[in-house]
């Protein structure tokens, strides 16, 4: 019987009360239908010293085991605020200039990944399997091979790659592909993330090009695929029929007093695109007197990464182009925008999201953006907003019935959210149902069973030489990429079973349109 590990940098560790980021939402209904260990950072920041001498520390809730250790705050700032969050988000994000680099932190990052390998070596059962999570934990399949660790190991990224010439601004870069190929399978939001790792594992690693979706390193084959993550839109659109009852709710409601509401909720975080929201909307009123009186937008932007200098630096810049904004077009009766900076509830959002007539997701590169997914679940559809998102959200794969835009060009912004505030109910209903097509088949749970399932195939497909030409089956929900002539698909044939491998599916085939050939 195999057993799922989960390692990820935030854990929602039920004795400390952690907060649990996107990630942890994602993973969780995995982890309580399977069970498992769930490996990670307690969220506490102790003093110097005290981490280390307080182990491991276990906790169990339900199925789920979860096995966290402390960080010392030197360990949290420089692991966490700057080499993760000061130099690997920006960079991958393709926002180089907001790197702030220095080799002590890489040193310290290096360090940190290596005792959370020495936390979860001990624990570990033959049978294991481990899947390791995004940004924070670039060397840790390398580090649990160095412990001697021959278990399976995948790893998924749920941040984008940036370009090759970009990534190699970081000086570690390329040691940090090579520890992420001591994996059996590496995972990514979109092909385009793909594309970017197998260009700069090979121009900046030295591994080759195996056949079809694998690389070939130091004698090994690893496998890749993109496995892009979803959310359980039927429970999320009936959370948000019955948010939009909540006093908070209701409040929002009575106060916009009939106006459409245009409605942003992310993190504050230079990827989203902020400012150029700020920007847009400013255009748009200035441009457009209609919607003046006529239309609130409200942005919730809450603060993250305070310890990050250029989340400070957002914060400031933000709270000076909101009030500019406020202050050049707002009448006594009317401001074009309400900022919040504080964390509001999940259901509470989920009943927001429902209000809005328009959703503005327009990060300037996001891996995926699960917001965008909760937005257009969220709808009442007889009656559903319009979802105005970036082109550079990794959703906009999926979501290609959106008013998909350019977030650096303002102007375009704008116009789109002209659009989307003009559009009748015919095409707001014809957009929200392809919208709803794309996400409505698909769920967390989904997308974690066909990337264990594509795991369990890349390791009993090592053994066997793999012939040029031959293809590799898919998972359920999970696009490969191909070889020449080789269509991209999706094809929900396999699901995964932590008790004995695949079986067949529970959900009817989907068939997608041809993607991008790699080669
Ligand atoms: O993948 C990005 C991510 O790790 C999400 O999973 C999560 O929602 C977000 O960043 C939160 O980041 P942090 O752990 O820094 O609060």
């Not at 005290?50 to 979860?66: Q, T």
Request: net charge positive; proline share 6%.
């Amino acid at each position: 019987m195999k057993r799922l590990v989960i390692v990820s940098n935030r854990v929602p560790d039920p004795a400390a009360g952690a907060q649990a980021g996107g990630l942890a939402v994602a993973l969780g209904g995995l982890m309580e239908k399977h069970g498992g260990l769930w490996f990670g950072w307690s969220g506490r920041v102790t003093g110097a010293g005290e981490a280390e001498r307080r182990g491991v520390r276990r906790a169990r809730a339900g199925a789920v085991d979860y096995a966290t250790i402390d960080l010392s705050e030197e360990e949290h700032r420089r692991y966490y605020n700057n080499f993760a969050n000061g130099v690997l988000w920006p960079l991958l994000h393709t926002m180089p200039e907001l790197m702030r680099y220095d080799r002590s932190d890489a040193e310290a990052y290096r360090a940190v990944n290596k005792r959370f390998a020495a936390g979860l070596a001990p624990l570990l059962g033959a049978d294991d399997l481990i899947w390791i999570h995004d940004y924070h934990l670039l060397p840790l399949a390398a580090a649990l091979r160095g412990r001697g660790v021959r278990n399976p190991i995948g790893f998924f990224l749920h941040i984008p790659v940036c370009a090759p010439e970009v990534l190699e601004a970081a000086p570690e870069m390329a040691e940090l592909l090579r520890d992420l190929l001591a994996a059996d399978l590496l995972g990514f939001q979109t092909e385009g993330d793909l594309a970017n790792f197998v260009a700069a594992a090979q121009t900046l690693a030295g591994a080759t090009r195996g056949p079809l979706n694998t690389l070939l390193y130091a004698g090994r084959r690893i496998r890749l695929g993109v496995f892009p993550v979803e959310i359980a839109a039927d429970e999320f659109a009936r959370t948000a029929a019955e948010m939009a009852h909540l006093p908070q709710v209701r409040r929002l409601q009575r106060s916009l007093d009939g106006q459409k509401l245009v409605l942003g909720v992310e993190r504050l975080d230079p990827s989203k695109g902020l400012l150029q929201r700020v920007d847009a909307l400013r255009r748009l009123f200035a441009a457009r007197g209609e919607w003046r009186g006529s239309v609130t937008a409200v942005q919730i932007a809450a603060m993250s990464r305070e310890g990050v200098e250029s989340y400070q630096t957002l914060r400031a810049a933000l709270d000076r182009a909101t009030g500019a904004l406020n202050a050049e077009l707002g009448t006594p009766d009317w401001q074009p925008l309400r900022l919040v900076v504080h964390g509001v509830a999940r259901p509470v959002v989920a009943g927001y999201l429902r209000l809005a007539r328009v959703g503005l997701v327009t990060p300037l590169r996001d891996g995926m953006n699960l917001v965008a997914k909760e937005f257009v679940a969220a709808q009442d559809p007889d009656d559903p907003g319009v979802l105005v998102l970036s082109r550079f959200a990794g959703a906009a794969r999926q979501l290609e019935a959106a008013l998909l835009v350019n977030p650096r060009d303002p102007d375009a912004l704008a116009d789109a959210l002209h659009t989307a505030l003009r559009m009748g109910l015919e095409e707001r209903r014809a957009r929200w149902r392809a919208l709803w097509a794309a996400i409505a088949p698909r769920s967390p749970l989904l997308w974690g069973q066909s990337f264990l399932a594509a795991l369990q195939r890349a390791v009993a497909l090592k053994i066997p030489a793999i012939a040029a030409g031959e293809r590799l089956p898919l998972a359920a929900g999970e696009r490969g990429y191909a070889g020449t002539g080789e269509r991209l698909r999706l094809s929900a044939r396999l699901s995964f079973d932590l008790h004995g491998g695949e079986h067949e599916p529970t959900r009817p085939a989907v068939t997608g349109k041809p993607g991008r050939l790699l080669n």
